[in-house]
């Protein structure tokens, strides 16, 4: 038993660890707000007040799994050929949960807390220009890592999150679907 605790901690890190136990303790400790209840993003970043995630959003352009991980060193990744934050069709976005025991970077663990969200939760995300848009949880799921239908455009404005799971492992995907609200 004491093995398998062990493993946890090396495998999750401490980032991981120290997340969870803030959010279990102090949940609203997390929750980013600046003076005057707006919080300041430049363009392309991603803000999810409840779980206190603000990050920028890497765009590439390549689907090559050396590209992801160098662009996830640096924030979360926009996958190719999705619609961009506030355009018509679905934002595919897709962050790491838990870090490598050989990873150390400042966004190894930033979609730890994704499985927190719950429908009617907000999400901001910002455009090239900086533009702000508002989306809305509608629901998340847990899926195989084959799942391909959750990149379809479709009609509307959607947010789709994504982040490996259960946390610390790559068996499946966590999956926040959310719509433009403003």
Known sequence: MLGLVA??????????????????????????????????????????????????????????????????????????????????????????????PWRNDDYDTIFSLLPKLEPGDTIVATNHAGHRFTYEVVRTMVVSPDETGLLE??????????TSYPLGTRFKRFIVVSKMIE
Do not use: C
């Open 7 to 100: 493993l946890a901690l090396a495998v999750l890190g401490p980032g991981y660890w120290a997340k969870q136990a803030r959010y279990l303790v102090a949940p609203d400790s997390l929750i980013l707000t600046a003076a005057g209840g707006r919080t300041e993003l430049g363009p392309d970043m991603l803000l999810i007040e409840k779980v206190g995630i603000k990050t920028p959003i890497i765009y590439v352009e390549d689907r090559s799994e050396a590209v992801f991980q160098e662009a996830l060193e640096y924030g979360v990744a926009h996958y190719p050929e999705t619609a961009e934050i506030g355009e018509r069709g679905n934002a595919y976005i897709f962050g790491h949960s838990s870090r490598a």
């Open 153 to 162: 455009q479709g009609d509307g404005f959607e947010l789709t999150l994504q």
